[in-house]
């Protein structure tokens, strides 16, 4: 023990005589982003170790909900926010998020963007986008929907789970892709649909499992996610029905804190975001679709995805005038 204790002791004054920087002596660079970018198997590891080791810093993660959770979350915190970088809301938040005076220019050239909608923003980045969509169990379900009227209307014992649109960003997909397409009618339409709901939850991750779990035939998701199970899985069972009306294009980006400490570092880190090498891998751990062009062609299961028939969006102006009425309608008609 004491031969330990001296080792330690030891230790504890290195620094003092003039030893090497230690690791914590590198700045830390915090990314609020969503929980499912971050584990093993999504791309905040690999993030992680390739901006690393060309910083000469830390980069920590900080998991939250979802999308929408981040802009609660800078809400709640202000200017005492320890985010340097939020990464994971959507084009649909970005004059709220704006509103918030909490975010910096970001000086990235967009120019080698390639994206199906147009985008141009001085201060959030896009770095992957993908359309919603609702994934069934193929092994549960013999006819899908085909359009969102279909699955308005469809049978009450084969039950959905969705995300809540006050925390997540494909639940508030949704509230706009109903609204999109139904308008004043979007109402009656939830009041509808919402014998069919087994479960609201406040984010992606948590809806997923449930449904593959067994707990639901169909989640709301993205048209990617059968990628994940078709490359990862060798497994069809999982997949988007096709809807006619087209699917809500939702497009995730990230911004710099004007209350960072190192706000060039934030700023790399977001040009990284966009670089071939980071695109490159987005697809196979986000399972979403890169913002760029790439260099070798997406893995083969991705071309057997639904393509939307067309993209729908609102205006992100829209949204921020209305989101807050919008929620309120939502939650009035599914009685929660």
């Excluded at 939702?250 to 670089?275: C, N, W």
């Amino acid at each position: 023990m004491r031969a330990r204790n001296l080792v330690v002791a030891l230790s504890l004054l290195l620094p003092a005589a003039g030893g090497p920087a230690l690791a914590a002596d590198k700045p830390v660079l915090t990314v609020y982003t969503y929980d499912s970018f971050i584990p093993e198997w999504g791309p905040g590891p690999r993030v992680k170790e390739g901006f690393e080791a060309i910083c000469d810093c830390e980069l920590r993660f900080v998991g939250l909900d979802d999308g929408v959770g981040i802009l609660n979350r800078l809400r709640l915190e202000g200017e005492g926010t320890q985010a340097d970088v939020a990464l994971g809301m959507t084009t649909d938040l970005i004059p709220e998020l704006r509103a918030t005076g909490l975010f910096a220019a970001s000086g990235i050239d967009l120019s080698v963007l390639d994206l199906p909608i147009a985008y141009e923003d001085p201060d959030f980045v896009p770095f992957d986008y993908a359309p919603l969509a609702f994934i069934y169990d193929t092994q549960a379900i013999s006819t899908p929907p085909t359009s969102l009227d279909a699955l308005v209307t469809g049978p009450a014992d084969q039950k959905i789970v969705i995300m809540d649109p006050r925390s997540s960003t494909p639940g508030l997909g949704l509230l706009l892709w109903m609204k999109s397409v139904y308008g004043d009618q979007a109402a009656d339409k939830w009041r509808e649909l919402s014998r069919r709901i087994l479960t609201v939850t406040p984010g992606w991750s948590e809806a997923y499992g449930l449904f593959t779990n067994g707990e639901a035939p169909i989640v709301l998701s993205y048209t990617t996610s059968p990628a994940y199970h078709m490359i990862e899985e060798g497994s069809e069972r999982y997949q988007a029905a096709a809807f006619s009306e087209g699917h809500y294009l939702q497009v995730e980006i990230a911004g710099v804190l004007k209350t960072s400490d190192h706000p060039e570092l934030a700023r790399r880190f977001l040009d990284y975001m966009i670089s071939p090498q980071v695109q490159a891998f987005i697809p196979t751990t986000n399972w979403t679709l890169p913002v760029r062009a790439l260099a070798e062609p997406l893995p083969e299961a991705f071309s057997r995805l639904v393509v939307p028939s067309h993209a729908l969006t609102i205006a992100p102006e829209e949204v921020a005038a209305n989101r807050q009425a919008w929620t309120q309608e939502w939650l009035q008609a599914i009685g929660r």
